[in-house]
């Protein structure tokens, strides 16, 4: 029984974690039609540079992880604005482009950290003990974080004006142009949420975790099934699913041990798509 | 126009230079006896063979990331013959390496491509990493970590072809058939093929049942994939989990996308040229995406029709300039059609 509520702590906090980078994948696509390739390296650039302030600059934690959050929303912005933006109504051009710069970024971090992973720890170690459960102090500090930064996108996409002004750009491009919704004002700075929240979950979970160059790849495919799963565009179908795809990893992980979590993943996203091709809270979009 | 507009269903000019350029290839175990020649052509081979697969998803604007899947499906297979069934004739396991891999394809295919194709990208960039999990978990069948080793050399009509300008003539052959087959689907589906490309809504409500020709394209994508998995395999006479790594699917992309997507001669020239780069100035084979990063951002932006199209356009700007110096109208001639994209975004 122990073992069980054990599993199901680790699928919430997986969960939270994949919430949080799916979000931003979803909202991308949601809004611009840009299926962002690079959306798994930004996580690993977070990672990357929260472990350099720490270990470079001697910034404690908390300050590195908002600085990893603000570099990557940077980044975000700059590629949005020069480079995204000249070819935002070919999808096919923009993902080459996102998987382009994918490439630059993850060949940036090898040149300038070299191939292994660094020793990234987080800064709070110690547990909590009781009912027959062990949690790690560090891992219930990262949940409550994310959880905090899931509700903030929610605050944000559906308490104010910038959130609508996002929500109406991704219901109908043309109609909320007319009504005076500024797109090239409004794109680089949805990019840069997202992919803020990308830098901010690899520099939260890559210290419990693992920190290592080529990182980006199973992110990005963890979160391709979410967002399928979830139906692409949709934030409350994204949140739902990480949440889902976490419980999956960490019950499969316990109980049927090995990798074989990602294989049932992939079937139930093969049958989702085959019964509810839009996904499981998908309505019809966008036609990228 | 007749020059640039082949007619329905013939091969144009970019697929008739592309078996011909391959078909050369047999000339370089004559003319070389190199090992490192025949190292660099091997690879050659063998990614031109793989960016086919690229190339023919690229022609319905769909981008696949699934090619080293279906290599190490194309490539296992062909050692499980070889090792457990003694199966060696050259002939009969490029059947097997073309066929079991589009066996899979067709079921995958004909689910995922009824969706939008964006689904598509995504459902076969989870896919390459699910093969790599199954390779590694399914010790049993596939050696797991070790792979399976001690492929004997395969043969054709009886003759072993063992050495080292054996294995480069089965690679050569390989990509020929590979050649001939793309070929001959991208030119017999032509039509269907740009309808898709160029308004995929439009081709529909014209009566085109869209999806079957993706499933059809899908399948015989998978199929070329294994056969360069099958050249693959046999010059390195191991099958082993990471020669199809999931990131070496971005490489077969670079060849085709840098190559130049709009003709047959766009991956060859792509494959041949980068190849042979990253082998000739050592680049590791990790710093080499980034360079390949760099160059598909380029050609995104800039030359849409990748090195083969910026060619293109040079000469023909050339050939303006001098008809204008020499005082004649230039002839007409538009350059190499960009791929129309309807404008929907309004100016703010």
Not at chain 2, 112 to 126: E, N
Not at chain 2, 160 to 186: E, M
Not at chain 2, 269 to 284: D, E, K, M, P, Q
Request: hydrophobic content about 55%.
């Amino acid at each position: 029984m122990e073992g069980f509520v054990a599993a199901g702590l680790i699928g919430v906090s997986l969960g939270a974690q994949y919430a949080l980078l799916a979000l931003g994948f979803t909202l991308i696509f949601g809004i611009l039609g840009v299926v962002n390739f690079a959306h798994g390296g930004f996580y690993v650039l977070g990672g990357y540079v929260a472990y350099a302030a720490v270990h470079h600059l001697g910034a404690p934690y908390p300050v590195a992880v908002i600085a990893a959050a603000l570099v990557t929303a940077a980044t975000g912005y700059a590629f949005e604005l020069f480079l995204v933006e000249r070819r935002i109504d070919d999808h096919l051009a923009t993902l080459m482009l996102t998987l382009g710069l994918y490439l630059v970024m993850s060949t940036g971090v090898l040149v300038v950290f070299g191939p292994e992973s660094p020793q990234f720890a987080f800064p709070i170690t110690g547990t909590l003990r009781g009912w027959g459960l062990y949690v790690p102090i560090a891992n219930l500090i990262v949940l409550l974080v994310c959880l905090l930064a899931i509700g903030a996108v929610y605050a944000l996409m559906y308490r104010t004006d910038f959130g609508r002004a996002l929500r109406a750009l991704a219901d109908d491009r043309q109609v909320a142009t007319a009504q005076g919704l500024r797109p090239r004002l409004l794109f680089p700075l949805a990019f840069a949420l997202a992919t803020g929240l990308a830098g901010l979950t690899g520099a939260l979970v890559t210290p419990i975790l693992s920190l290592a160059p080529h990182l980006g790849d199973p992110v990005l495919a963890t979160s391709f099934l979410i967002v399928i799963l979830g139906g692409l565009g949709s934030i409350g179908g994204a949140t739902t699913a990480a949440f889902i795809v976490g419980m999956v990893e960490a019950y499969s992980s316990v109980y049927l041990g090995g990798s074989k979590g990602a294989l049932v993943l992939f079937v139930l996203v093969l049958v989702i798509l085959v019964v509810r091709p839009s996904g499981l809270f998908g309505r019809e979009v966008r036609g990228a | 126009m007749e020059r640039t507009a082949p007619r329905v269903g013939k091969p144009g000019p970019g697929e008739i230079a592309s078996v011909v350029v391959l078909a050369l290839a047999f000339a370089v175990p004559f003319i070389s006896e190199s090992p490192l020649v025949y190292s660099i052509t091997n690879q050659i081979l063998i990614a031109i063979t793989a960016a086919f697969s690229v190339y023919i998803m690229l022609r319905m604007d769909l981008l696949t990331f699934a090619v080293p899947s279906f290599m190490a499906i194309g490539g296992y297979t062909v050692a499980l013959a070889a090792l457990k069934g003694g199966v060696t004739d050259t002939l009969l396991l490029a059947a097997l390496a073309f066929s079991v891999p589009a066996l899979v394809a067709l079921p995958l295919g004909a689910l995922v491509l009824r969706l939008r194709g964006v689904y598509f990208v995504l459902v076969t960039f989870v896919l390459t990493e699910i093969v790599q999990l199954l390779l590694f978990e399914t010790p049993g069948l596939t050696g797991g970590s070790n792979g399976l080793v001690g492929m004997p050399a395969t043969t054709l009509f009886g003759l072993s072809l063992a050495d080292n300008r054996a294995v480069l003539f089965v690679a050569a052959g390989l990509a020929l058939a590979a050649a001939l087959i793309t070929a001959g689907v991208t030119s017999y589906f032509r039509q269907h093929f740009a309808a898709i490309e160029e308004n995929e809504v439009l081709a529909q409500s014209l009566g085109l049942v869209v999806w079957r020709y993706k499933v059809l394209g899908f399948v015989v994508a998978a199929g070329l994939a294994g056969l360069a998995g099958f050249s693959l395999v046999n010059m390195l006479l191991t099958a082993h989990p990471t020669s199809f790594s999931p990131i070496s699917s971005v490489n077969y992309i670079g060849y085709t996308i840098i190559g130049g997507r709009s003709s047959m001669l766009g991956p060859i020239v792509g494959s041949t040229l980068l190849v042979w780069a990253t082998n000739i100035f050592a680049i590791r084979g990790e710093y080499s995406q980034g360079l390949f990063g760099v160059l598909i951002i380029v050609v995104v932006l800039l030359a849409r029709g990748g090195l083969l199209g910026a060619v293109r356009s040079l000469l023909l700007w050339v050939q303006t300039v001098r008809a204008r110096a020499s005082g004649t109208a230039p002839t007409s001639s538009p350059t190499v059609a960009p791929k129309s994209s309807p404008t929907t975004r309004v100016a703010p």
